[in-house]
Structures are given as C-alpha cells and as structure tokens.
C-alpha cells in the first residue's frame, strides 16, 4: 500500500508541474525551408489583448527562437510574425475515494477518505502565426498552452519557454 501511496503522490507532483501542451497547423505544400527572414506583423502585434510588458516577453522570446533557427529580421521579409493570446479556466476534479478498515470500499469501516479535489488553475494559450509576407497567407501557426505565473521573473522563464516549445515544432514534419 506505501507503494502505492507514493506512486500517486509522484503522479500528482508531476502533474501540478503541468508542462507547455503545443500544437500546430499549416499550409500543406509550402516549402517552409525558403524562407530565411522575419519581421512582426506591427497590426497584429498591436491587437494582441495583454499588457505591453507581456508583448516584449514575447517578442523578445520569439527573436531568440528564430535566431536559432538561423532567421534574420529583416525591412524586407520573407514571412510576417504575428501573435493572438487568449486565455481560460482549467478545472481539475480529483476523485479520492479510498480507505480501508471494516467493509473495505465507500466510507466504510473506521477510516476512509470520500472526497473530491477541485484544483482551478488560468491557463494562457499562445498564438504564433507565420505568413507568407508575398502572398499576404497564412502558412504556419503554433498554438502553445500553459498555466501562467504572477511574478515577472517567473513570466519571463514561462514565456521563454511556452516560445521555445511552439517554434520547435516550426518547420513541420513532411509527414505530420
């Protein structure tokens, strides 16, 4: 039983950690390996409904990331970026009914434990879209997922990473 206890003690550390959830979509065809420079798409920069701090974060991170790619930002691009963030309420219901005793099961016997966790937690959902700055087309967005942190050290490291974990997936897998 202390096996088991700690396993799903384990289990539920490791998932209160609740990494990044990703995924994409894109324009089936393109030849993504064209493309070699960047620049923000300014409108929809603006557009985006979060505070300028966060917008650097951001811009900031995805900078980073297309570096790495061996982009550069250039007047004269060859795909716009452009961000759209949203946001919503995760609600996780943990059944915790269990116990032992007299009449092993529901409540029964002299110790048991009947009841539910609720854990809420705000989760951002980020948005970056890649498009074809000649045709005027969206060819790739990456949508990245996570619980968001309060304090600004902690917004930097998410937003690195929530960034980091998006473009990883840029470019698509010929068979994805």
Do not use: H
């Amino acid at each position: 039983m202390k096996k088991v206890l700690t396993l799903l003690a384990v289990i539920t550390l490791l998932v209160s950690c609740q990494t990044v959830r990703v995924s994409q979509d894109y324009a089936i065809g393109t030849e993504f390996n064209k493309y070699k420079t960047y620049a923000f798409f300014k409108k929809g920069i603006d557009e985006a409904k979060i505070s300028e701090l966060d917008k650097k974060r951001i811009l900031r991170a995805i900078d980073t990331e297309m570096a790495a790619k061996g982009f550069v930002k250039s007047e004269n691009p060859d795909i716009m970026v452009s961000i759209f963030t949203d946001s919503k309420e995760r609600v996780d219901v943990y059944n915790n009914n269990w116990g032992w005793g007299f009449g092993w099961g529901w409540g029964g016997g002299f110790w048991g434990n009947n009841r539910n966790n609720v854990s809420r937690t705000t989760e951002g959902i980020l948005y970056i879209d890649l498009i074809d700055a000649k045709k005027k087309e969206l060819i790739w967005q990456g949508i990245g997922t996570a619980p968001l942190k309060s304090t600004p050290k902690e917004k930097v490291k998410r937003t690195n990473e929530i960034v980091k974990e998006i473009l990883t997936q840029y470019p698509p897998m010929p068979n994805n």
